[in-house]
C-alpha cells in the first residue's frame, strides 16, 4: 500500500501548490490596484551605518546586505514606504537635530538619485499619484522626539522639509514624555507619561497635520494623547500584545480607543515583537493582524515591516519582496478583498487625510519648554528672560557627575 499513501501525498502537494498559487495570484490583483502603503523602514539608517551617507559609493540596484533594495521593492509591490529618519538615543542632548537633518536629506537624495523608482511624497494625493506612475511613494518620518531637541520651531521646521509624522519618543525618555520601557520597569518614569510640554507638542503637530506615531511610548502616552489629540493616531510599527506581550506592542483596551480615534497600527514584523522569542513564521505575523480584526475591525489595521530596523524576521518574510505572500496568507484565511484593501493602502489614505483638518488657522505655539526642563552644559539659555533656574558653569560641572548619563552632555565626561 505504499504506492497508494504515494499517490495521496502528491496529489495533497500538488493541490495544496495549486492552491497557494492561487491566494498568491488574488493578492497581486488587489495589490495592482491598491496601494501598499508599510509604515516603518530603517533603509537610511543602513545607508549612514554601512556608508556614512555617501549614496554615492551604492548602488540600490545591486545592494544586497540589507532587506531592501530597488529590485525587492519592485518584486515586494510596494508602493509607499515611509522611510525612518531615525538617530540613536545617544545623540540626545548633543547633535540629534544634526544628524536627523542629515537622515531627511538622505531620504531627499534617494528620490533624486532614482527618479524613475522613487517619488518624493507628503501626501495621499502624492502617494496616489505616484502609484498610478508606478513609483514607489517616499514618505519620511522621524523616529524618536529627542531629534526635535525640544524645539516646536524644529518640529515646524522638519515638516517643511517633508516630515509627515514624528515617533514620539524612541527607546529613551525625552524631557518631556515617556518611552515604553517605563513600562518594563528598566527605566524611571520622568513625566507621569507627557510633561505639559509634550501636550503642547501633541497639540502643533494637530495644528500642522503631522502624524502622531505612538510606537515606542509607553502605556500612559498612548492613553493621554489618545485624550487630546484632535486627530486621529498611529502605530508606525507595532503589533498586538494580546498575542505577544511585548510592552512595544498594542493593548486591547487600547486597539480599542485607536478605532475609535479612527487611527491605525501597522504591524511590525520583528520576531521578539511577533512570538516573543528569537523564531517567527509568517502564520505568527498574520496572527497578529487577525486579533487586531477580531478586537477592532480592518480599518485600523495596516502594514509596518520594520525592515532593515531589525536584526531578525520571520521565515517567510524575509525582507520587502515578500509582501505578497503576507498577503495571501491573509487571503488563505478567509478574509475579504475589501478587508484587505483596507490594510493594504486605504486606512492610511484616510488617516493622512484625516490629520490635517484639525486646528487649522490657529497661530503657532511659540512658548518654549521652560529651562530647567533642559538645562544642561550643553544647551546655551539664550532668549529665556527667568535664568534664576540657571546654574553657574563651574556648579553644573560638579553635580554632573550626580546626574544620569542621558541627562549630560558626554563632552564633560
Same mark, same amino acid.
Given at each position: 500500500?505504499?504506492?497508494?499513501?504515494?499517490?495521496? @501525498?502528491?496529489?495533497?502537494?500538488?493541490?495544496?501548490?495549486?492552491?497557494?498559487?492561487?491566494?498568491?495570484?488574488?493578492?497581486?490583483? @488587489?495589490?495592482?490596484?491598491?496601494?501598499?502603503?508599510?509604515?516603518?523602514?530603517?533603509?537610511?539608517?543602513?545607508?549612514?551605518?554601512?556608508?556614512?551617507?555617501?549614496?554615492?559609493?551604492?548602488?540600490?540596484?545591486? !545592494?544586497?546586505?540589507?532587506?531592501?533594495?530597488?529590485?525587492?521593492? =519592485?518584486?515586494?509591490? *510596494?508602493?509607499?514606504?515611509?522611510?525612518?529618519?531615525?538617530?540613536?538615543?545617544?545623540?540626545?542632548?548633543?547633535?540629534?537635530?544634526?544628524?536627523?537633518?542629515?537622515?531627511?536629506?538622505?531620504?531627499?537624495?534617494?528620490?533624486?538619485?532614482?527618479?524613475?523608482?522613487?517619488?518624493?511624497?507628503? &501626501?495621499?494625493?502624492? $502617494?496616489?499619484?505616484?502609484?498610478?506612475?508606478?513609483?514607489?511613494?517616499?514618505?519620511?518620518?522621524?523616529?524618536?522626539? #529627542?531629534? $526635535? /531637541?525640544?524645539?516646536?520651531?524644529?518640529?515646524?521646521?522638519?515638516?517643511?522639509?517633508?516630515?509627515?509624522?514624528?515617533?514620539?519618543?524612541?527607546?529613551?525618555?525625552?524631557?518631556?514624555?515617556?518611552?515604553?520601557?517605563?513600562?518594563?520597569?528598566?527605566?524611571?518614569?520622568?513625566?507621569?507619561?507627557?510633561?505639559?510640554?509634550?501636550?503642547?507638542?501633541?497639540?502643533?503637530?494637530?495644528?500642522?497635520?503631522?502624524?502622531?506615531?505612538?510606537?515606542?511610548?509607553?502605556?500612559?502616552?498612548?492613553?493621554?494623547?489618545?485624550?487630546? &489629540?484632535?486627530?486621529?493616531?498611529?502605530? &508606525?510599527? &507595532?503589533?498586538?500584545?494580546?498575542?505577544?506581550?511585548? =510592552?512595544?506592542?498594542?493593548?486591547?483596551?487600547? @486597539?480599542?480607543?485607536?478605532?475609535?480615534?479612527?487611527?491605525?497600527?501597522?504591524?511590525?514584523?520583528?520576531?521578539?515583537?511577533?512570538?516573543?522569542?528569537?523564531?517567527?513564521?509568517?502564520?505568527?505575523?498574520?496572527? #497578529?493582524?487577525?486579533?487586531?480584526?477580531?478586537?477592532?475591525?480592518?480599518?485600523?489595521?495596516?502594514?509596518?515591516?520594520?525592515?532593515?530596523?531589525?536584526?531578525?524576521?520571520?521565515?517567510?518574510?524575509?525582507?520587502?519582496? =515578500?509582501?505578497?505572500?503576507?498577503?495571501?496568507? *491573509?487571503?488563505?484565511?478567509?478574509?475579504?478583498?475589501?478587508?484587505?484593501?483596507?490594510? !493594504?493602502?486605504?486606512?492610511? !489614505?484616510?488617516?493622512?487625510?484625516?490629520?490635517?483638518?484639525?486646528?487649522?488657522?490657529?497661530?503657532?505655539? /511659540?512658548?518654549?519648554?521652560? !529651562?530647567?526642563?533642559?538645562?544642561?552644559?550643553?544647551?546655551?539659555?539664550?532668549?529665556?528672560?527667568? =535664568?534664576?533656574?540657571?546654574?553657574?558653569?563651574?556648579?553644573?560641572?560638579?553635580?554632573?557627575?550626580?546626574?544620569?548619563?542621558?541627562?549630560?552632555?558626554?563632552?564633560?565626561?
Amino acid at each position: 500500500m505504499d504506492w497508494v499513501k504515494t499517490v495521496y @501525498l502528491v496529489l495533497w502537494a500538488f493541490t495544496y501548490n495549486s492552491v497557494a498559487d492561487d491566494f498568491k495570484e488574488q493578492a497581486l490583483k @488587489l495589490m495592482a490596484d491598491t496601494p501598499l502603503i508599510d509604515g516603518h523602514n530603517d533603509l537610511p539608517w543602513q545607508m549612514r551605518s554601512l556608508f556614512n551617507n555617501q549614496l554615492n559609493m551604492v548602488d540600490l540596484n545591486k !545592494l544586497n546586505t540589507t532587506h531592501t533594495n530597488i529590485p525587492k521593492i =519592485k518584486e515586494g509591490r *510596494l508602493s509607499a514606504q515611509f522611510w525612518a529618519a531615525y538617530v540613536p538615543c545617544d545623540t540626545q542632548y548633543k547633535d540629534a537635530v544634526r544628524q536627523t537633518l542629515e537622515q531627511i536629506d538622505v531620504i531627499h537624495r534617494m528620490c533624486h538619485e532614482y527618479p524613475e523608482v522613487f517619488k518624493f511624497a507628503a &501626501s495621499s494625493q502624492d $502617494i496616489l499619484d505616484a502609484f498610478e506612475q508606478n513609483k514607489t511613494a517616499s514618505l519620511i518620518g522621524v523616529e524618536g522626539g #529627542h531629534s $526635535i /531637541d525640544s524645539s516646536l520651531g524644529t518640529l515646524r521646521t522638519m515638516y517643511q522639509l517633508g516630515v509627515r509624522y514624528l515617533t514620539i519618543t524612541h527607546s529613551c525618555n525625552t524631557p518631556w514624555a515617556d518611552n515604553w520601557l517605563v513600562d518594563t520597569g528598566s527605566e524611571p518614569e520622568m513625566h507621569g507619561g507627557l510633561s505639559e510640554f509634550g501636550k503642547q507638542v501633541i497639540w502643533e503637530m494637530n495644528r500642522i497635520g503631522m502624524l502622531i506615531d505612538l510606537s515606542h511610548v509607553s502605556e500612559k502616552v498612548m492613553n493621554q494623547v489618545l485624550d487630546i &489629540s484632535k486627530a486621529p493616531i498611529i502605530f &508606525s510599527h &507595532s503589533s498586538a500584545y494580546s498575542v505577544c506581550n511585548h =510592552k512595544r506592542n498594542v493593548p486591547d483596551d487600547v @486597539l480599542m480607543r485607536v478605532k475609535e480615534k479612527r487611527g491605525i497600527v501597522m504591524v511590525n514584523f520583528y520576531n521578539d515583537y511577533v512570538t516573543c522569542s528569537p523564531t517567527a513564521n509568517i502564520s505568527d505575523v498574520a496572527d #497578529h493582524f487577525d486579533h487586531i480584526k477580531k478586537v477592532a475591525g480592518s480599518s485600523i489595521i495596516g502594514f509596518g515591516g520594520d525592515y532593515d530596523g531589525v536584526t531578525r524576521v520571520p521565515e517567510g518574510l524575509g525582507d520587502v519582496s =515578500k509582501y505578497p505572500d503576507l498577503v495571501a496568507e *491573509l487571503l488563505r484565511r478567509k478574509w475579504s478583498e475589501d478587508e484587505i484593501r483596507d490594510a !493594504l493602502g486605504r486606512n492610511l !489614505l484616510r488617516v493622512f487625510s484625516e490629520v490635517r483638518d484639525h486646528l487649522n488657522g490657529t497661530k503657532p505655539d /511659540d512658548i518654549p519648554i521652560p !529651562l530647567k526642563e533642559v538645562q544642561n552644559p550643553c544647551r546655551t539659555d539664550f532668549g529665556y528672560q527667568d =535664568k534664576s533656574s540657571s546654574t553657574s558653569y563651574h556648579s553644573l560641572l560638579y553635580h554632573s557627575f550626580k546626574l544620569k548619563l542621558f541627562h549630560v552632555c558626554s563632552c564633560l565626561l
